[in-house]
């Protein structure tokens, strides 16, 4: 299923693309992921952890592209990839109808609305999606702007697990947060 190439105004005043990510992309996406992984508190990855080179976010892309109950976008302003989404579907024939969302935003582009674009595509294309019933995340209790995004979209928290992440010698709750996209 494709995704048709949207443009918006950022909170900057900036115009943003939301687009499905292509193999070309896969350098910058990786240059990215890296550099918001680099001083995050509120993703479970430290950047040297990051499993992809160039060429693995290359064949990451390409079978995203191949598979139905999945999808990568990106947010680009001028040329640059400054965000992106993905919701991975479950290769499980009894779980295929659902998808896991990762999402990153560079840290130069964070709380202007590009969050809400990538996540609201995302449930756009799902939505549309004749497989995907139902998408899900997991994210730190202590990420009050993510909780609030994500219960502005809809998402309804699905359970807790206390002290799953460590974040600076500090365990964490995972909030596991869920919407319906399907009523079929």
């Known amino acids: 299923m494709s995704f048709l190439t949207k443009t918006y105004k950022a909170k900057n005043g900036q115009s943003?693309?939301?687009?499905?990510?292509?193999?070309?992309?896969?350098?910058?996406?990786?240059?990215?992921?890296?550099?918001?992984?680099k001083n995050t508190e509120s993703l479970p990855l430290f950047a040297n952890e990051y499993p992809n080179d160039i060429n693995q976010e290359r064949d990451m892309i390409e079978r995203y592209q191949s598979e139905?109950?999945?999808?990568?976008?990106v947010a680009v302003s001028k040329d640059k990839i400054i965000g992106n989404i993905d919701l991975t579907g479950s290769w499980r024939k009894k779980m295929q109808h659902t998808a896991v969302i990762g999402m990153g935003i560079h840290t130069q582009w964070q709380n202007r609305g590009i969050g809400t674009l990538l996540l609201q595509n995302s449930i756009d294309w799902a939505q549309e999606n004749q497989i995907l019933k139902t998408i899900w995340l997991e994210v730190y209790a202590n990420n009050a702007s993510g909780v609030a995004l994500y219960k502005k979209m809809n998402f309804q928290q699905s359970g807790i697990i206390p002290n799953f992440f460590l974040e600076n010698e500090v365990f964490l709750d995972k909030i596991i947060m869920s919407r319906e996209v399907s009523d079929n």
């Not at 139905?68 to 976008?73: A, T």
């Open 16 to 37: 943003i693309t939301i687009r499905q990510a292509v193999s070309d992309d896969a350098e910058k996406l990786v240059k990215l992921k890296l550099a918001y992984l």
């Open 68 to 73: 139905n109950n999945s999808i990568i976008l």
